[in-house]
C-alpha cells in the first residue's frame, strides 16, 4: 500500500531554544527566510506525501496557519505586483494538505504519534521529526519509504554517530542484510556508549504499518517517565519486524545551537543568492 500520510510530531516546548521559544513555536524558527518546519514539509512532498498530520500544542497555531493562505499578504503582493515573492507565498499555500491535531498531555514521542491513530487509520505511514534536517539528493523519507515498498516491512532511517554520541538518539541492532539495511532486532532509547547495541543511530525519519498503533497504545511510559515511540519500535522488531536503512544524505539537528547556526551557514552556502556574500562574511571573521 502506498505511503500518502506523514505525522510530524510539533507540540515540544522548545526549551532549548528558550527564550526564544515563549510565544513562537520552534518549529516557526528560520533558517534563513523559511521555516525550519517548511524544509521538512517539503521533504514530504518531495516523497509524494500530501497529507501531513501536525502534532501540535496549545500556542502553536501559527504552524497550521503558514501553510494556509494569508490573503493580506497575497493581495499585498499582487496589487504590487511583486511576482516572485506571490509565487513564493502562494507555493507554502498549495504545498500540502494540512491536519493539525491537538496533544493534550505531554506524555512523550511515542503519545504524541499515538495522537494520530484516528487520522492515519489503517494505512502505512511517515513520521518525520523537526529538529532533524536532511539534506540529500533524493528525500530522506523517500529513500526509506522505497525500501518499505520493497519489503513490506516498517523502516527507519540510520546514520552512523560516534560512539561518544548514542546517548542522545535511538540506536538500533541486529544482522546486516546488505551494506546499508539492516534486520532490527534491538532499539534502545539514549543508551549509553558501553551499552550501545551499535553505532547506527535514528535521526528522526520513521516508516511505520499501522499495527504500531497498537503496541503504542499499550507501551508503558519508559525513560523520562514518557511513552517512548523506540519502546514500541523494539517490540516490533521482535514480532512483524523492523528494518533499518542507512540513507544516503547530510543530517544537521537544528534542534541544537550548533547545528541550527551550522544549517543555517550551510544553507546559505547552497543559494546562488547569498552564497558569494556569505562566503565574503565569513572570511572576514575567520581572518
Ligand atoms: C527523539 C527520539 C530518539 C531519536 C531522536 C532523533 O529523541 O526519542 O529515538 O533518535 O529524537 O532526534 P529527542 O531528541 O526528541 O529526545
Redesign the pocket.
Given at each position: 500500500m502506498k505511503v500518502r500520510k506523514a505525522v510530524i510530531p510539533a507540540a515540544g516546548l522548545g526549551t532549548r531554544f528558550l527564550p526564544a521559544t515563549k510565544s513562537i513555536p520552534k518549529e516557526m524558527i528560520p533558517i534563513i527566510d523559511k521555516p525550519m518546519i517548511q524544509y521538512i514539509v517539503e521533504e514530504c512532498v518531495g516523497a509524494g506525501i500530501e497529507d501531513i498530520i501536525l502534532i501540535t500544542a496549545r500556542g502553536k497555531d501559527s504552524i497550521a496557519d503558514h501553510f494556509d493562505h494569508s490573503f493580506e499578504v497575497e493581495e499585498t503582493l499582487r496589487r504590487k505586483k511583486n511576482d516572485e515573492l506571490l509565487a513564493a507565498t502562494e507555493k507554502v499555500s498549495k504545498m500540502a494538505n494540512i491536519i493539525a491535531v491537538r496533544q493534550k498531555n505531554p506524555m512523550g514521542?511515542g503519545h504524541a504519534v499515538l495522537t494520530a491513530r484516528q487520522i492515519v487509520g489503517n494505512e502505512p505511514f511517515a513520521v518525520l521529526?523537526g529538529?532533524?534536517l536532511v539534506v540529500s539528493e533524493k528525500p530522506c523519507i523517500r529513500q526509506c519509504i522505497e525500501i518499505f515498498e520493497e519489503r513490506q516491512k516498517s523502516v527507519i532511517g540510520v546514520m552512523k554517530v560516534e560512539k561518544k554520541d548514542t546517548s542522545?538518539?535511538?540506536i538500533v541492532g541486529g544482522k546486516m542484510l546488505n551494506d546499508r539495511l539492516m534486520d532490527v532486532n534491538v532499539m534502545v532509547?539514549?543508551p549509553s556508549p558501553e551499552t550501545a547495541p551499535s553505532q547506527l543511530?535514528?535521526?528522526?525519519r520513521y516508516v511505520l504499518k499501522p499495527e504500531i498503533f497498537e503496541i503504542l497504545a499499550n507501551t508503558k511510559p519508559g525513560r523520562g517517565g514518557e511513552i517512548?515511540?523506540?519502546d514500541a519500535l523494539a517490540q516490533l522488531a521482535t514480532g512483524d519486524g523492523l528494518l533499518a536503512y542507512l540513507f544516503d544524505g547530510r543530517r544537521y539537528?537544528t534542534?541544537d545551537k550548533l547545528g541550527y547556526i551550522e544549517a543555517t551557514v550551510a544553507f546559505a552556502l547552497k543559494r546562488p543568492d547569498l552564497a558569494d556574500g556569505v562566503r565574503k562574511v565569513l572570511a572576514e571573521y575567520l581572518s
Open positions: 514521542l521529526l529538529d532533524d542522545k538518539y535511538g532509547e539514549k543511530a535514528c535521526p528522526g517512548q515511540l523506540t539537528d534542534g
